[in-house]
């Protein structure tokens, strides 16, 4: 409210500065009038010749020159216009001094949204609006790039989004033109190949394993690369060879890898025998042992394990290693006892209960 009254005086202030000049009446000239000056100096003339200081001939040239500027100064002050009307100027400033305001109002009330409120700061961002469609946002950051065709940021973020959408043949185009404007990279390369795939229904052609060997050729422990090698090799019904490749990324993996879960799966599906390593530290111990150590050695770590899981059973990564090390060592029994030991021992917790059961599909294990 503060505003607006503010804003009223700065209007008031500005229609006073130009409307004021215009209700005074006009100054009478200081000084008396021009035709005075003139009448004064005839008198002069007179003087001056009557004391002998001018002779009649120059006093007559005087008195011709002078009485034409009297002439002219009497014509020129009848010529002036009339002066306007003064109380005419007083009502006009009055006049626009209300009028103006008011016509003002009626123009915003008839047009404007008085009865709107104001928008917070926080709601005047500029930034695209994360709960629309992800079709629309999709919409402008093509349209973004067809002004603009060779900024790789834009293809970048346009790629993932396609995929998603099952717009397998424009985020190929879109994966193809991020390698041109951003550079070559495994990670490019394995998405490439991932969306070759998914235009394939799932078949990983010859076209998208090119392009998992060039990633691999770039990072060796690209891990989609890997799974996809792994998987095109299932395909082709390599399942030794799948089960190697896939052996050895949860080999060289850390424990906590994201991906973990779907390689192992795979693994159990093309019936990989695969070492219950509990540990990488594990690993690099049992790679110089023979048969016979190495058996003894991963025995003596699931014990263990089993053990601590008996005392303290909250780790449920460590219930799934146990359950693993018993099915791949041939001891169903063990893991399904096990896996029974894991249900009763976070029954109370619905959060590790979930992850638990979650693990134990990715082994195959639903029951």
Do not use: C
């Amino acid at each position: 409210m503060t505003l607006w009254f503010v804003f009223a005086l700065m209007t008031v202030a500005a229609i006073f500065a130009v409307l004021w000049p215009l209700s005074r009446g006009s100054a009478a000239p200081a000084g008396g009038s021009e035709a005075a000056v003139y009448r004064d100096q005839l008198t002069e003339i007179d003087r001056d010749v009557a004391a002998g200081l001018i002779g009649p001939s120059e006093a007559e040239a005087a008195r011709v020159e002078i009485s034409r500027r009297l002439l002219a100064a009497a014509d020129g002050r009848d010529d002036l216009p009339a002066q306007a009307n003064l109380r005419l100027r007083r009502s006009s400033t009055v006049l626009a001094l209300v009028g103006l305001p008011v016509a003002a109002v009626a123009f915003y009330l008839s047009l404007g949204s008085p009865q709107l409120g104001d928008f917070p700061l926080a709601s005047r961002s500029r930034a695209p609006d994360a709960n629309q469609p992800i079709d629309n946002l999709i919409a402008q950051v093509e349209a973004h790039l067809e002004k603009n065709p060779t900024d790789g940021r834009g293809w970048s973020v346009l790629a993932p989004a396609l995929v998603r959408l099952g717009r397998y043949d424009d985020a190929i185009r879109a994966l193809r033109n991020s390698i041109t404007y951003n550079g070559d990279s495994a990670e490019r390369r394995s998405d490439l190949g991932e969306a070759l795939t998914g235009s394939a229904g799932g078949v990983v052609t010859s076209q998208a394993k090119a392009e998992f060997e060039r990633a691999a050729a770039l990072n060796a422990d690209e891990p989609k690369a890997g799974y996809f090698l792994g998987l095109a090799a299932e395909q082709d019904g390599r399942r030794t060879d799948a089960a190697a490749i896939w052996r050895a990324m949860l080999a060289k993996a850390p424990a906590d890898a994201p991906w973990r879960p779907l390689v192992q799966a795979a693994l159990v599906r093309v019936g990989g025998p695969t070492a219950p390593t509990l540990s990488n530290d594990a690993m690099a111990a049992a790679k110089d042992m023979n048969e016979a150590d190495r058996g003894a050695m991963i025995r003596g770590m699931v014990d263990r394990l089993a053990t601590r899981l008996k005392q303290n059973g909250d780790d449920v990564e460590g219930w799934l290693r146990l359950v693993r090390a018993y099915m791949v060592m041939g001891e169903r029994d063990k893991a399904v006892s096990a896996l029974g030991d894991a249900r009763q021992a976070v029954a109370n917790d619905a959060e590790r209960l979930r992850q638990l059961n979650e693990g134990l599909k990715n082994l195959g294990l639903d029951g």
